[in-house]
């Protein structure tokens, strides 16, 4: 694979980030249902799993840059293992609404593994790591733009999110309106 | 009020891995994943009923 290929990758990674937090969001603002304070460590650790990407994009693919993300889904996998297994009682309805059978959490579980095997995949191609001077990561790169300012606008959603949500203080491990928004 | 600080923490290791130099944004990406974990931590307190 060539680094342009694999810059091209990530950026497609990105989109694909995006998508995952654009629905999270659209399931918070479309049914009203708040994330708890576990759902929101997911969706920030899905965030944070986007930093590599974004590296890849603006320096070139480097090993390290996929070693960070690769933490961040490990961590992603626990966080999410955990809220799989607080409902995994028989009779428990879990939290929130299920989408396609699963519930948010579940398939957050799903998407991390899934990051990890992907990123386990593209290291094993080693050309990407080779100096190319025709691949330059940032020039006319408008697909790789798009896909940073994207996820980075998604974030910024959240911070303000959070903060309606939260307010200044710990947030409810159920919550049901915004704390900022209640009268 | 934790999360809402984590998301401005990710959002801004975002903007300096888009436009800073890259030794800040990885050490500011460990700084972040280690909140994270500890965030986790914290809220990781309830007890797990496994037996059934």
């Known amino acids: 694979m060539t680094q342009t290929r694999a810059i091209a990758l990530n950026a497609l990674s990105l989109y694909a980030l995006a998508l995952l937090l654009a629905a999270a969001f659209a399931a918070q603002l479309l049914l009203g249902e708040l994330p708890c304070p576990l759902c929101l460590l997911q969706r920030i650790m899905f965030a944070t799993l986007a930093i590599g990407p974004i590296l890849n994009i603006r320096f070139g693919p480097r090993p390290s840059h996929y070693a960070m993300s690769l933490l961040a889904a490990v961590a992603g996998a626990v966080v999410s293992t955990r809220q799989v297994l607080l409902h995994i009682m028989p009779g428990d309805a879990g939290y929130g609404s299920a989408l396609l059978g699963y519930h948010y959490y579940t398939w957050a579980l799903i998407g991390f593994i899934a990051a990890i095997v992907l990123l386990a995949a593209i290291l094993l191609f080693d050309r990407q790591f080779e100096d190319d001077a025709a691949a330059s990561p940032l020039a006319g790169n408008l697909f790789g733009y798009a896909a940073v300012c994207l996820v980075i606008g998604l974030t910024a959603m959240n911070v303000v999110s959070a903060f309606l949500e939260c307010g200044p203080r710990a947030c409810a491990d159920n919550p049901v309106v915004y704390e900022l928004l209640k009268r | ?52």
Not at chain 2, 36 to 52: G, I, M, P, R
């Open chain 2, 1 to 52: 009020m934790e999360f809402t600080l984590l998301f401005l923490a990710i959002f801004i290791v975002m903007l300096v891995a888009w436009r800073g130099p890259r030794p800040l944004a990885m050490g500011l990406f460990a700084a972040v994943l280690i909140a994270c974990v500890a965030t986790y931590l914290h809220h990781a307190t309830d007890v797990l009923k496994l037996s059934f």
